[in-house]
């Protein structure tokens, strides 16, 4: 074991997933005092078959079992439906579409729970996120990096974390492939080197979404039409629909001669916009329809790592979560708003989605799609 980091404390988010046991295990390895924490931010309906939380604790307790550190429940429900879930529904009754997740790093588990560990004499926390943290000695700024593995980076999810949490905050995942990851899992015998990665939303799980969002808000039916003002059918809420969506429209059977480019008479349609005040949801047909591309967007609520928005020019941007890295050039505004252009035209640009920023691997930040 590396005696380095002897008589640090490092408490570790334990989700009961694979890589957070990792990380405990490294960081163990590296000689420091780990101690484990299991956040549970949702309540309701907890004993459903979608929500996993008593499960995932179980696999948390066993991994600090196997690794031989404590675990400790902490429940952050209640700053959760604070901090994060009503902001969730104000966007969607907006009719934009969120990212909890995001809203989740920066409220929840980089700040509640980055508080909870500080109470606790910790001098840093650490997660399973794909990302890494790295001090620039020539500006003496932390900034964040994309996690090594290009197929799992999370530093999209990550880019609203500031000066102060990147400086708290350890990714040692981030410096490994899944692959090795798994591999190491396996190797000190984890009881979840197996266990198959989440993929629902942080507190809504795997559960059907649209189920799940009528629960909370209320359906107001209306027109559903083509690009040349035809109504074509009648959806359920505009809350309930993202631009780009093709599943779930009950328009499939419906025919459109002489469709637009990229279409055909039995192309696929897709949600291209929402009209609020007239309550009406726009489809097109084909993927490539000239609606769902954008060259330009602006955003607001901007959040940027180093604590100021970065110079105006060319960097790269992702507009969603495991997109490419798209050219485009920054132009900053007042009031923590900027705009981006394109060099390619961008599919599905969505108000509400996050547009996070990138020089190379390093992330800036980002914010929130206005339009």
């Known amino acids: ?37 299991f956040m549970k931010n949702w309540e309701d309906d907890d004993d459903s078959a979608y929500c996993s939380s008593n499960i995932d604790f179980v696999d948390a307790a066993a991994v600090a079992d196997v690794i031989g550190i404590e675990i400790e429940h902490v429940n952050f429900a209640a700053e959760y439906k604070d901090r994060v879930f009503a902001e969730f529904l104000r966007e969607y009754q907006a009719g934009r579409t969120p ?82 990851v798994r591999r190491i899992a396996l190797e000190i015998g984890l009881p979840n080197a197996k266990k198959k990665d989440s993929t629902g939303i942080c507190f809504i799980g795997e559960r059907p979404f649209r189920d799940f969002l009528n629960r909370y808000i209320a359906k107001e039916p209306g027109p559903v039409k083509d690009e040349k003002g ?39 349609w897709f949600v291209a916009r929402k009209e609020l005040e007239k309550n009406t949801l726009w489809v097109v047909q084909g993927h490539e329809h000239p609606w769902l ?48 252009k394109f060099t390619e035209p961008q599919w599905a640009v969505t108000p509400g989605q996050s547009a996070v920023l990138y020089d190379g691997e390093v992330c800036l930040g980002g914010g929130v799609i206005a339009a």
Not at 2 to 27: M, Y
């Open 1 to 37: 074991m590396d005696k380095q980091h002897s008589g640090q404390r490092v408490v570790v988010g334990l989700s009961g997933g694979v890589d957070s046991a990792v990380t405990a295990w490294l960081l163990k390895q590296q000689g420091y005092e780990v101690i484990g924490i």
């Open 230 to 268: 035809r109504t074509i059918g009648q959806h359920v809420g505009l809350s309930f629909y993202t631009l780009g969506q093709r599943q779930g429209l009950g328009i499939g059977g419906i025919k459109a001669k002489g469709a637009q480019k990229g279409g055909g008479e039995h192309a696929p």
């Open 99 to 180: 990212n909890p997740d995001i809203l989740c790093n920066a409220e929840i588990k980089f700040k509640a729970f980055l508080d909870h560990a500080l109470r606790l004499g910790a001098q840093k926390i650490a997660t399973g996120h794909y990302a890494r943290v790295r001090l620039n000695a020539a500006t003496g700024k932390h900034q964040l990096l994309k996690g090594l593995d290009p197929s799992k980076d999370q530093s999209y999810f990550l880019h609203r974390l500031n000066q102060a949490q990147l400086s708290k905050t350890l990714f040692p995942v981030g410096e490994l492939h899944k692959t090795e």
């Open 293 to 340: 591309q954008s060259r330009a967007l602006t955003a607001q609520d901007a959040s940027w790592v180093a604590g100021a928005a970065p110079a105006a020019g060319q960097l790269a941007a992702k507009t969603r979560y495991r997109q490419a890295d798209a050219p485009c050039t920054l132009t900053v505004a007042a009031d923590q708003a900027f705009s981006l």
